[in-house]
Structures are given as structure tokens and as C-alpha cells.
């Protein structure tokens, strides 16, 4: 498969036992359907990291796009990357595939996924809190 950014060949990489495949060119990351979700379950603390340090950054082939983002996986001209608004608090734009439904994100896209997932958990624990005081109160 090749990287829809740069056209590089893109490798085979392992995240809490998802496989995904990585670009080392531009550190961007092709997510299969529902993986995007799988992983952003999991209590991890900058992916992006843990697969640097797992993988480094080896050299590879570079190749050429087209001059628009086209999905790794479907060749077809219905392969095409749009825009998607990802989002539980702070929407994290990505670029989606409408066929496969695959999901392609920049280099630092995938961190900021699961920030936004955090964020989401402490705004919900700040208001079981609120909860927590006002049913005291009412006792
Ligand atoms: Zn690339
Ligand atoms: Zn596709």
C-alpha cells in the first residue's frame, strides 16, 4: 500500500496488538474501519511515540501522489480521501475514505484523538462530581 500524503511505500506496523500501516516518510497512519475506534479505548499515552520508538524511523522508498489523497486500499476513483470532522470535545480533522471507510491521520492527528478522548473522561468525571455535591445537598 502507499502513504496517500507522499506516495510512500507504507509498512506494516503493531499498536496494543492492532495492525496498522505506518508511513516513516511523513509519520502519518492508515486505520482500517473501526480501528480509529478500537483504539481509542485503550488507555494509551502518545501512540504516535510508542510506535516511533518501536519502529524508528527507517528509510524508505518515496513515491509520488497524484495531487490529491487517494485511499491505500481502494484503487477505484471512489478511493478518494474527504474530509471528516472526528470529535467527542475538540474536533480532530482527518481524511476518510468513503468506500472502505478507512481512515487516514497526519502525523500528530492520532495523539490528538486521544487527548480529546481524555478530556472527554475528565469533563465527565467533573460533572459526577457536580452530581456527587448536589445529591448531598439534597439529602
Ligand atoms: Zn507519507
Ligand atoms: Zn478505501
Redesign the pocket.
Known amino acids: 500500500m502507499k502513504c496517500p500524503k507522499c506516495g510512500s511505500a507504507l509498512a506494516t506496523v503493531r499498536l496494543e496488538n492492532i495492525q496498522l500501516d505506518k508511513c516513516h516518510q511523513c509519520d502519518g497512519i492508515w486505520f482500517d474501519a473501526g480501528e480509529v475506534e478500537t483504539i481509542r479505548k485503550k488507555p494509551l499515552q502518545d501512540p504516535e511515540e510508542i510506535l516511533e520508538m518501536e519502529y524508528g524511523s527507517p528509510s524508505v522508498h518515496s513515491g509520488q501522489t497524484d495531487g490529491y489523497m487517494q485511499?491505500?486500499?481502494?484503487e477505484s476513483d471512489?478511493?478518494r480521501l474527504i474530509q471528516h470532522y472526528f470529535s467527542y470535545s475538540t474536533p480532530v480533522r482527518v481524511d476518510r475514505?468513503?468506500?472502505?471507510?478507512?481512515i487516514w491521520l497526519d502525523d500528530g492527528e492520532l495523539n490528538s484523538l486521544i487527548e480529546d478522548r481524555k478530556q472527554l473522561q475528565q469533563s465527565e468525571s467533573v460533572v459526577q462530581r457536580l452530581f456527587q455535591k448536589l445529591g448531598r445537598l439534597f439529602k
Open positions: 485511499c491505500p486500499r481502494c471512489q478511493g475514505c468513503q468506500s472502505c471507510l478507512g
